[in-house]
């Protein structure tokens, strides 16, 4: 399913509105950057490399939007800012930024709408790059998996996430196209609930075997020897090859540890901060209390009581067995293999 792509006709990105699936299927119309920082500041599109996709999509929107100012490149610098800096975490919301703005340099364009052509083409290609290179990451990372294999994984990492099939999710669609059976644990994922809402919606419409797991209920689960490998996505992976990816993460891959389960990460190169020499220097960001408080909008909370609500968590790089890209997989130790794959 396409759930992101750019309505020539309308001039508007169409996003897939993730808030309300699996209930409904609606769609959320972006004009200009207002409604592309909204939409990604509300997760209606969410997920590193959908982000990125996105991000890339709104430039081409802030192009449009910047036509009847006299100095219009002024203008665009500030809004595309603006987009870059809607979510602090994903590393690829930047990059997508600035691919869009490397590709522009040294090119002269007599208007906006004119400049806003190129990037349309550009953002396009940002798109297609990223549904090729999760292909690619899925044949690598499905060597990896045994035919009968149960894959535990944390929020959502598939086709929803990125700008379609998926990274870890990806590895799990190429070993079932291998014609391995492969049974996934979606983590519930509070409290966006990506894994329940989004992973089991995606791979139910796929015919991938999906059972859905409390969070809390994830060590179990290993001690029981119902997990056989974990898989999960990345939002900003720093040089030392520490890992950002959403809250909860980490305890997943301590309880692997622990039980000598292999635990990867799967990310394509634009999800990589070398400038980021380890985990502790990631921004975490810290969304609003009443995701945690709200459940169908009822409070589930005793009155004025605090709420912890950091989106995502640092995984060490020393519990993490391998990170599958799309040159292949790095192995430890991180920080040379990182640097070695440019
Ligand atoms: O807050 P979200 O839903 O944007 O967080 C998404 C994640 O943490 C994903 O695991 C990550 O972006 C990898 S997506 C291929």
């Known amino acids: 399913m396409e ?10 990105l169409i996003l897939l509105d993730q808030r309300y699936l699996p209930l409904k299927e609606e769609w959320f119309e972006c004009s ?8 990604l500041q509300e997760m209606v599109v969410r997920g590193a490399p959908a982000i990125g996709v996105s991000a890339a999509y709104g430039c081409v929107l802030a192009a449009m939007e910047v036509q009847s100012i006299n100095d219009w490149q002024k203008a665009l610098n500030i809004k595309t800012r603006q987009i870059a ?18 590709a522009i340099k ?25 549904i090729r290179i999760n292909k690619i990451m899925g044949g690598y990372g499905a060597d990896l998996l045994n035919d009968g294999d149960t894959v535990m ?9 990125t700008g379609g099939y998926g990274t870890a999710l990806g590895v799990v669609r190429a070993a079932v196209e291998q014609g391995k059976k492969i049974r996934v644990i979606a983590n519930e994922t509070r409290p966006f609930l990506q894994g329940a809402r989004l992973t089991a919606y995606e791979l139910v419409r796929d015919g991938i075997d999906v059972v859905v797991a409390c969070d809390n209920a994830c060590a179990h689960l290993m001690q029981k020897g119902l997990v056989d490998k ?12 520490d890992v950002a990816n959403k809250i909860g993460t980490y305890g997943v891959a301590l309880a692997a540890d622990r039980h000598g389960i292999p635990f990867y990460v799967a990310a394509p190169f634009s999800t990589f901060d070398r400038e980021v020499l380890s985990g502790d220097l990631i921004p975490i960001e810290n969304r609003t209390p009443d995701e945690v408080r709200f459940i169908n909008n ?9 709420v912890y ?5 640092i995984t060490p790089a020393e519990l993490i067995t391998g990170i599958i890209t799309e040159k292949g997989i790095l192995k430890k130790p991180f920080e040379r293999s990182i640097a070695e794959n440019r």
Request: one cysteine or more.
């Open 3 to 12: 759930h992101i792509y750019f309505s020539k006709q309308k001039n508007k």
């Open 32 to 39: 200009d950057t207002k409604d592309v920082v909204y939409a």
């Open 85 to 102: 800096e809607s979510r602090p975490t994903a590393a690829n919301l930047a990059w997508a930024v600035k691919a869009m703005t490397d």
């Open 106 to 130: 040294d090119k002269y364009f007599a208007s906006s709408l004119e400049m806003a052509d190129f990037w349309l083409e550009q953002a396009l290609e940002i798109h297609a790059q990223d």
């Open 153 to 161: 994984t944390h929020c959502n990492a598939g086709a929803l996430a």
């Open 230 to 241: 974990v898989i999960v996505g990345a939002d900003r992976i720093a040089a030392n090859g």
């Open 298 to 306: 009822v409070s589930i909370l005793p009155q004025g009581v605090e």
């Open 309 to 313: 609500n950091f989106a995502f968590d």
